[in-house]
């Protein structure tokens, strides 16, 4: 098939996603509003097979967010972008145009005029973006010119429905995680002496630091009463953003700057054995679609895992069983938490057993995209 996606360049997920179909021998045509930036994962775009690559021109002026902005400017930038697209589709001429979030990608999907096309919500474009009136009635727009939807968590497909989407046109379909490099066996002792973490416990947070959407501030909140019963414990801080100095002097105000380790962005080349290597995961998100990325390799890796009780992910992760379930915005609960899974060896090991097991069966890479691969196949007969 000839597949042309309209996709964030800036998402290691886009990459992982177009990838799949690149490298099966599918004619790949990738275009984003923003300049390639995968280098910043420690990824090549020229290794993959069968991909073209374009830059949607004129860039629009200002940062983007997954839901659509209100900054006006974009809205009608939009316009020369639609434009140049279409007369891109022209050339391309591809079996079916796949969109990947239905905020501003959506709506140049949906003003293109091209058909068929698969519209895959991440999240807050419709959570976030149909709280509005205006960005509602834009979401309900992308969401009625898609001849099918994607998404990947139960409560995405109420919501979807809500905003008035035949549940018929509505498939529910996981990102995946490549179960083979995010396992246990990737654990690496110099990973951890290279992070400072001897003869203690660590404990890793992925989430980044761009959005109070993650609430990292509750993490090290949690800290010093983690201390209290832990003294040795380490936290790992993944990711960078404009909240970085903010977070920082919270640990500081707090007396646990020497607990916590902001690493920064790592290469994804990396995240295996980093995540492999630590004790427990944490996500402290206020807002999640289906189970976070992160929150399932970490899973994958065999580790448990404490995540706020948000959207399907007490679905993914019965409390108690592979983790635990904690409230938004509760660092005392948080603390405690982690402090049992810190102190509990033996129930470390069995609680990440259960969710290895979970992800392999409900949540890999390779299954999900074949499942997509048939969607594609199907909507291209229509």
């Known amino acids: 098939m000839k597949i042309c996606f309209l996709a964030g360049a800036n ?7 177009i990838r799949f179909f690149a490298d099966k021998g599918h004619d790949v045509h990738w275009v984003s509003l923003y300049r390639l930036s995968l280098d910043e994962y420690g990824l090549n775009l020229s290794s993959v097979r069968n991909l073209s690559y374009y830059e949607m021109i004129p860039p629009l002026t200002t940062p983007l967010t997954p839901f659509l902005v209100p900054r006006l400017t974009n809205i009608f930038r939009i316009f020369s972008a639609v434009k140049w697209l279409r007369g891109l589709l022209r050339d391309i001429n591809p079996d079916l145009l796949h969109v990947h979030s239905v905020g ?6 949906a003003m293109s005029g091209f058909h068929p096309i698969i519209a895959t919500a991440w999240g807050s474009d419709v959570l976030v973006g149909g709280r509005s009136r205006i960005k509602r009635s834009l979401v309900k727009y992308i969401l009625n010119r898609a001849d099918m939807i994607t998404c990947d968590a139960d409560h995405m497909i109420d919501a979807m429905e809500r905003l008035g989407i035949e549940r018929g046109k509505i498939r529910l379909i996981y990102f ?9 066996e990737r654990r690496n002792e110099n ?35 983690v201390l209290k019963e832990v003294t040795t414990a380490k936290f790992v801080i993944v990711g960078t953003g404009p909240l970085d100095a903010s977070l920082k002097s919270l640990a500081e105000s ?54 706020t009780d948000f959207g399907d992910n007490s679905k993914w992760v019965k409390d108690g069983e592979g983790g635990f379930i904690v409230p938004l915005k509760n660092p005392m609960t948080l603390a405690e938490k982690i402090i049992y899974l810190l102190k509990e060896k033996a129930k470390r090991k069995t609680f990440g057993a259960v969710n290895r097991a979970t992800i392999m069966d409900k949540n890999d890479y390779f299954k999900e995209m074949t499942r997509m691969e048939r969607i594609y196949e199907e909507i291209t007969k229509i």
């Open 254 to 307: 707090l007396g646990v700057s020497g607990n916590i380790n902001f690493i920064g962005k790592i290469p994804d080349s990396d995240l295996p054995e980093i995540l492999a290597s630590m004790d427990v995961y944490i996500s402290t998100s206020l807002s999640d679609a289906g189970i976070a990325s992160s929150t399932a390799e970490a899973m994958a890796c065999g580790l448990p895992v404490v995540i």
């Open 104 to 109: 501003i990608y959506g709506l140049a999907a």
């Open 176 to 184: 995946g995680i490549d179960t083979d490099r995010f396992r246990p």
């Open 191 to 225: 990973i951890r002496e290279r992070l400072g973490i001897f003869n203690s416990q660590a404990v890793i947070s992925l989430r980044g630091l761009f959005s109070p959407i993650y609430d990292i501030e509750s993490v090290i909140k949690a800290v010093p009463y």
């Open 11 to 17: 998402s290691l997920h886009s990459y992982r996603w």
